[in-house]
């Protein structure tokens, strides 16, 4: 597996670093519904960072597998969720994970879609592990729906806080997740964006049988 080298810079404080670009406001609402999700069964996180999401989600869950494709990642969340004895953390890449078929309740990507080369063959392998009729949660910031000064302000503290952005960073839409979901085997309950200053596309879909 090739290594990744863009995130894992700021593994040790990554959740630090997003709500200083986001603002504490803006992460709160997106926290609040990320944990307002229930019921979560046996769950699967793509993209996991330093595991904030697991964290969150660990008491709606059976078991969560918390993973990431970069070792300084996995290493961080190992060591901040080492007291929840229902998240296992692995390193995984999201594109072609070693799990079964059918295997998963829920499979969540916070912060990812919008970062990765080939969205469509991560929801297609999230299609794959995902049991039918699975629920698929997504959350991904944007500057979509921004006003203009609060993107100038938000760009100069991503510059400042994580330099350049990778190259596959993308700008996604309610309408692009939506489109992305339906054209990889998803149905879609729920599309919008969340936060005032700040946005983020939030997306509930889930596997088509
Ligand atoms: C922007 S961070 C978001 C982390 C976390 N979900 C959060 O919101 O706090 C994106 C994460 O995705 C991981 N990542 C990037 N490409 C990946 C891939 N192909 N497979 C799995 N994880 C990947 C990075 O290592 C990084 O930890």
């Avoid at 990744?4 to 986001?22: G, K, L, P, Q």
């Avoid at 080492?82 to 969540?108: G, M, P």
């Avoid at 806080?161 to 339906?182: C, F, I, M, N, W």
Wanted: with cysteine; glycine share 6%.
């Amino acid at each position: 597996m090739e290594k990744e080298i863009y995130w894992s810079r700021f593994a040790a404080d990554f959740e630090e670093r997003n709500t200083y670009v986001v603002g504490s406001g803006d992460m709160d609402r997106v926290n609040q519904a990320v944990a307002s999700q229930k019921n979560l069964g046996d769950v699967l996180e793509f993209g996991c960072g330093n595991g904030t999401y697991s964290k969150l989600m660990a008491p709606q869950a059976d078991h969560i597998r918390a993973t990431d494709f970069s070792d300084e990642m996995v290493t961080e969340t190992r060591k901040r969720l080492k007291n929840l004895e229902n998240v296992t953390v692995e390193k995984q890449n999201c594109f072609e994970t070693t799990y079964e078929e059918n295997q998963f309740d829920t499979v969540v990507m916070i912060n990812l879609l919008h970062i990765i080369p080939n969205t469509r063959l991560a929801l297609k392998e999230a299609k794959r592990v995902l049991k039918p009729g699975g629920r698929m949660i997504i959350l991904s910031f944007t500057t979509k729906g921004m006003g203009f000064w609060d993107k100038l302000f938000m760009l100069y503290r991503y510059l400042k806080t994580y330099g350049k952005p990778p190259e596959s960073a993308q700008h996604l839409s309610p309408k692009s997740v939506r489109d992305l979901l339906l054209r990889t085997g998803f149905t879609v309950d729920q599309v919008s964006l969340l936060g005032t200053r700040s946005k983020a596309v939030w997306a509930l879909g889930k596997a088509s049988d």
